[in-house]
């Protein structure tokens, strides 16, 4: 079966822009969470979806949103981007809240 | 911070050599689970071992937890060069996932 699809695979954006990234679960998924990794900070929870509803967050500002869509594809979105956003963005689903997680292959963000 | 941590932070052996990673945890957690990750790539998942289990074997993979301690540990035996990746725990507190630090495995041919 196919696996966790993020696209885009990398993104260049400006600082103020804003981005949408996207994630397409395992079918059959109904649970999707989304993760920064940076070398600073490491992989840090950022929020995760369950039945279109955002069940768990992590402690990242305002400006980091998500959605769940019926289809249990997500979206998350980052506005107003600073410098620091830049990272790897990684986006796991799994059957179950909180169950093993498979991954996708991630996008790379880079803000100038 | 909640992050766990995980010792060491690199680990250079040789292939055929067993290798051990630990993960050290703050909080009462779910389940623990444990990932590979290759070249900034996604993770792969490798082992979920459940709060009331002590013990659990995959293959090559042996997850060992101890709750009482809020520390596991991740032994891969007759390690391959492919093995060579960053190793993750991932745990669930039931509100949160947490990761840990990491440990970078190289395994020389």
């Known amino acids: 079966k196919a696996g966790v699809t993020q696209t885009p695979r990398y993104l260049i954006k400006t600082r103020g822009q804003q981005v949408t990234l996207s994630c397409s679960p395992i079918?059959?998924?109904?649970?999707v969470s989304w993760y920064q990794q940076t070398p600073g900070q490491g992989l840090q929870f950022l929020f995760e979806?369950?039945?279109?509803?955002?069940?768990n967050k992590g402690n990242f500002p305002g400006r980091f949103s998500g959605r769940q869509f019926s289809n249990s594809r997500s979206e998350m979105n980052v506005s107003t981007l600073e410098l620091g956003d830049s990272a790897l963005y990684l986006c796991?689903?799994?059957?179950?809240?909180?169950?093993?997680?498979?991954f996708g292959s991630g996008t790379r963000l880079t803000v100038v | 911070s909640q992050q766990g941590e995980e010792d060491p932070q690199a680990l250079s052996i040789q292939e055929g050599e067993n290798a051990t990673m630990n993960c050290s945890y703050k909080?009462?957690?779910?389940?623990l689970q444990w990932y590979r990750q290759n070249s900034g790539r996604g993770l792969v998942h490798l082992i979920l071992?459940?709060?009331?289990?002590r013990e659990k074997h995959s293959g090559r993979l042996r997850v060992t937890l101890d709750t009482s301690k809020k520390s596991s540990s991740l032994l891969i035996t007759a390690s391959r060069a492919a093995d060579t990746a960053s190793y993750f725990c991932?745990?669930?507190?039931?509100?949160?996932?947490?990761f840990g630090t990491g440990t970078s495995l190289t395994v020389i041919p």
């Open positions: 796991a689903s799994s059957l179950l809240l909180g169950d093993g997680y498979t």
């Open positions: 079918s059959g998924h109904r649970s």
């Open positions: 979806y369950f039945s279109e509803t955002q069940r």
């Open positions: 909080t009462s957690i779910n389940n």
């Open positions: 071992i459940r709060s009331n289990e």
């Open positions: 991932g745990y669930n507190t039931g509100n949160q996932f947490y």
